[in-house]
């Protein structure tokens, strides 16, 4: 079973800021949260991963309680190019067996 | 180039037949991973080597699956008497080996096994 719980599908529109939530109630101390981004007939790519707080790189924010029991990927002004599928993740960051659910189906239209 | 490479990308075989799916992950990487992936479904865990060795195989589904990585850079994940159900994408990622919480994985296009 999967470790996280995400909407399955989303809708957007061009230049719409999106925010995917991802619950993860039974994530440990050395867990990290990771998420990758998966178009048709590719492999996944990793977007971001954090621990706490707020992270921010050239594509997206993420956004972690205190708690930790929550993360919220961020896309700012998205385009049709980011329709895809969105996977969020958590581990102890080393990679081993990790678990993937079924991501959110994020559909960006014009 | 400079990614990891699957071949073939598209490969159509017989049930019962042997197949055998190649990664080259990027120069350098010690860590290799197998995943597989069906329809509608996140990739889910085949097996992992460090360096030469398998690390860990627990996810590999039964006898009939194997993987290889004999000089610690290409894999071939080998797959016998293949059934229907072993119809998949299967995928191969790569990482450094580094410190925990640098995680990123690098994935290849994937290779699609189609067993009429």
């Known amino acids: 079973l999967a470790k996280t719980t995400q909407p399955i599908s989303m809708d957007s529109y061009e230049g719409q800021e999106v925010n995917i939530t991802c619950s993860h109630n039974?994530?440990?101390?050395?867990?990290?949260i990771t998420w990758y981004q998966q178009f048709p007939s590719q492999g996944p790519r990793f977007i971001i991963q954090?621990?706490?707080?707020?992270v921010t790189n050239e594509v997206a924010s993420l956004f972690i309680p205190a708690d930790r029991k929550s993360s919220t990927l961020s896309l700012p002004r998205v385009s049709l190019s980011d329709t895809a599928v969105y996977y969020c993740?958590?581990?102890?960051?080393?990679?081993?067996?990790?678990?993937w659910g079924l991501g959110t189906s994020l559909a960006v239209n014009p | 180039g400079a990614g990891v490479s699957q071949t073939p990308s598209n490969k159509v075989t017989e049930k019962g037949k042997y197949v055998e799916l190649r990664c080259d992950p990027i120069?350098?990487?010690?860590?290799l991973y197998w995943y597989r992936q069906s329809l509608g479904q996140g990739p889910e865990f085949l097996i992992y080597?460090?360096?030469?060795?398998?690390?860990?195989d627990s996810g590999l589904p039964n006898d009939r699956f194997f993987a290889v990585r004999p000089e610690g850079s290409v894999s071939t994940l080998k797959i016998q008497r293949t059934e229907r159900g072993d119809s998949a994408v299967y995928l191969c990622?790569?990482?450094?080996?580094?410190?925990?919480?640098?995680?990123?994985?690098?994935f290849g296009e994937g290779s699609r096994l189609t067993v009429l």
């Open positions: 990622a790569s990482s450094p080996a580094g410190r925990r919480g640098t995680g990123e994985l690098f």
């Open positions: 120069s350098g990487h010690t860590a």
């Open positions: 080597f460090q360096g030469t060795g398998a690390a860990d």
């Open positions: 039974n994530i440990a101390t050395n867990d990290y």
């Open positions: 954090g621990y706490k707080t707020k």
């Open positions: 993740l958590v581990d102890a960051g080393n990679n081993r067996k990790l678990i």
